[in-house]
């Protein structure tokens, strides 16, 4: 376990389930992150969560009381508009959003012009003899993140967009199939929403968030690292360790949020990490022991 702290020059942070859960900072997490600063590591802190921007997740560690950098955040939100960067989305077109602030906030500041988001959360239709629902034939892209003020009429909107603008783009921000909006229980996450998108259109979406490849290489590029350089450190078997596996990372799975010992220990399970403990905080304890050993 102290390979960890040896050989390992960056983490890679899940922050739901890791950082915090709900709107809870977990335990220990102040001193960790300053233990791992000082010995010099690179922190970055990546989310699926697409509802804020980087912006507004420094806003969220600093009222927990953290110090962290827009630039140490990737969240997929801020993937989706870099994916559209990437392909060269044309400027001309626009982004149809199911999804919240978040992308759009992202989407502003890449230039792209987007429709759609919490501006439609109030929107119905009203069904009649012969009705076809108007859209936009200059959406080029359909970025979808989860939303709660999800309706019948975004998804119809997106659909339209999807299957009847010839080129359109479909994109999602992640496949979690839940979140944790509270610490109480366990909310549909954002799969649900590309998933009903999934079954209308009938196509399936590039994936920009964890597990995906993209969200990771564009984080080696930023930061100039390799990838036998980094960790992920994360709370979910589908999606964090799977990231890290397949992007040839050193992976290590914490209990402190959606996976449980007796499912990562389950002969069912096929996605093992390098290592796992039960929080982050583990990291601390790991440290105080090299120190009295050395």
Avoid at 84 to 107: H, M, P, R
Avoid at 206 to 217: E, H, I, R, S
Wanted: glycine letters at 10%.
């Amino acid at each position: 376990m102290s390979a960890l702290l040896n050989d390992v020059d960056c983490f890679i942070f899940d922050c739901d389930g890791v950082i915090w859960r709900g709107e809870c900072l977990i335990d220990g997490i102040p001193e960790t992150l300053d233990m791992l600063r000082s010995m010099g590591k690179k922190l970055v802190f990546v989310t699926n969560n697409s509802t804020k921007s980087r912006a507004g997740y420094v806003k969220k560690f600093t009222g927990l009381g953290l110090s962290v950098k827009p630039e140490e955040i990737y969240s997929s939100s801020y993937a989706a508009a870099a994916y559209l960067e990437a392909v060269n989305f044309d400027k001309n077109k626009k982004v149809y959003v199911v999804g919240e602030v978040g992308i759009q906030e992202e989407l502003d500041l890449k230039g792209f012009t987007h429709t759609g988001g919490p501006e439609d959360g109030d929107k119905k239709i009203q069904l009649s003899k012969g009705y076809a629902m108007p859209h936009d034939p200059e959406v080029g892209a359909v970025v979808v993140g989860f939303d709660r003020n999800i309706n019948y009429y975004k998804l119809q909107y997106a659909t339209l967009c999807l299957r009847e603008n010839p080129g359109c783009l479909f994109v999602a921000t992640n496949l979690d199939a839940v979140t944790h909006l509270t610490d109480a229980q366990e909310w549909a996450g954002g799969g649900s929403m590309v998933g009903a998108l999934k079954g209308s259109s009938q196509r399936e979406p590039t994936v920009v968030g964890k597990p995906a490849d993209f969200m990771l290489q564009n984080i080696a590029d930023q930061f100039g690292l390799e990838r036998n350089q980094i960790c992920m450190v994360g709370d979910r078997l589908d999606t964090d360790i799977l990231f890290g596996k397949n992007g040839g990372l050193t992976t290590c799975l914490v209990l402190s949020g959606v996976t449980r010992e007796e499912t990562l220990l389950s002969p069912e399970n096929t996605i093992h990490p390098d290592c796992y403990m039960s929080s982050l905080a583990e990291l601390l304890k790991i440290k105080e022991k090299a120190a009295v050993t050395a």
